[in-house]
């Protein structure tokens, strides 16, 4: 069949996407990708050919009282035209979206035209995009059971959140040494998804003193704005870092690790468990309907991470969080084994085998 799949603006909404996208091309499905404008799609993607990938000029939603409403009724009518225009060349049998307001102009076009149409909401609430496409879709797909409660009138199945093949643990001391750092040393990951998080750069600049002659080193991944603020910090208190504004390879990162830092994206939060790693999570204050919060509390009960809010997150409290941790391997080993518990299995398969279910390509409609 061919299949559509609309998953620019973020990491989160992208790399599960794609995930999605190669499962398709293995099974033998064409695949055309939406993508947003924003630089960090193009980064993402660039080199791979495998799939075909259209720039679609959707914004956010704003207040329905703001000036910028215009502006997002026409930028979303532009998509909707393009998708429609592409989709009369493509002949789509399926259409995805992975949430965010990229994927509302293909799903409607998908239903114009009499297709199946689906929607795959990673997070445990629902972004706003999503629950205003859903009364459009056979089904919506979900990466946390305890989202379908707030679709109440859709049909819904819980497949997780899919991650991308290359995902795949490497020998530890294999990717160390990829990242310039010694076996044998406690690793620690930082991260704060595709963009850097410069709330949990700061207190970690600020616990670097109180982390002197402590056994640690640290991957970090800054973003490009903190980037030689952070290398220059890691030098002058002589802790062995690897800092990066952004790495693509993302199993040497994840299997050099022993614990991270990390925000609570739901497909951050589905890499980690698929490398069993024990997390810190510090929730993105601006997230919509703070549901990084609530991916992070699913995390928490069942003891696969801890959580604090970036207002607690002094450079002394993440000093000590740091420091319990490398003392207490047993509670590190705990944490990581129920962290690999939560792991997806087949995610990107159980996505998929749902829309060859749900497609009829002999029945599809030119429209």
């Known amino acids: 069949m061919n299949a559509v799949i609309a998953c620019g603006g973020t990491g989160g909404h992208l790399f599960p996407g794609l995930a999605v996208a ?22 993402a993607v660039e080199g791979r050919t495998e799939f075909r990938f259209e720039k679609l000029p959707t914004i956010a939603l704003p207040s329905p009282f703001s000036p910028a409403i215009l502006a997002f009724v026409r930028r979303f009518n532009d998509s909707l035209s393009l998708c429609r225009g592409v989709f009369r060349k493509f002949n789509p049998h399926v259409v995805l979206g992975m949430g ?29 995009a999503n629950r205003h496409t859903a009364r459009f879709v ?18 819904t199945e819980f497949t997780g959140t899919p991650i991308r093949s290359s995902l795949q643990r490497i020998d530890r001391a294999e990717a160390l040494e990829k990242l310039g750092l010694r076996p044998g040393i406690p690793t ?24 002197q002659g402590v056994a640690l080193q640290v991957i970090h991944l800054s973003g490009s704005r903190d980037e030689r603020l952070l290398e220059d910090n890691y030098r002058r208190e002589n802790i ?27 497909a951050s939060l589905s890499e980690l468990a698929a490398f069993a790693l024990p997390a810190l999570l510090v929730p993105y204050p601006y997230a919509a309907d703070d549901h990084q919060t609530r991916n992070a509390e699913i995390f928490v009960r069942a003891n696969a991470a801890l959580l604090v809010k970036e207002i607690e997150l002094t450079g ?28 997806a299995k087949n995610a990107a398969n159980l996505v998929v085998e749902t ?13």
């Open 22 to 43: 190669e499962v398709l091309r293995a099974r033998g499905h064409e695949v055309l990708v939406f993508i947003s404008e924003k630089e960090i799609d193009s980064l």
């Open 100 to 128: 965010g307001f990229t994927s509302t102009a293909p799903v409607l076009a998908g239903r114009m035209r009499g297709i199946p149409t689906f929607i795959h909401e990673s997070n445990a609430f629902p972004g706003k």
């Open 138 to 155: 056979r089904a919506v797909l979900l990466g946390f059971k305890e989202c379908a409660a707030f679709f109440p009138k859709a049909q």
């Open 188 to 211: 620690l990951l930082v991260m704060g998804g595709s963009q850097g998080a410069s709330g949990i750069n700061q207190a970690l600049i600020k616990a670097l003193p109180a982390l």
């Open 240 to 266: 062995p870092a690897h800092v990066a504004a952004f790495h693509h390879r993302m199993e040497e990162v994840y299997s050099a690790a022993d614990f991270a830092i990390a925000r609570s994206g739901a």
């Open 316 to 343: 002394e409290v993440l000093a000590q969080k740091i420091r319990d941790l490398l003392s207490d391997p047993e509670t590190l080993r705990t944490m990581s084994t129920h962290a690999g518990a939560l792991a």
């Open 355 to 367: 829309m060859e279910r749900y497609s009829h390509p002999n029945d599809a409609v030119a429209a």
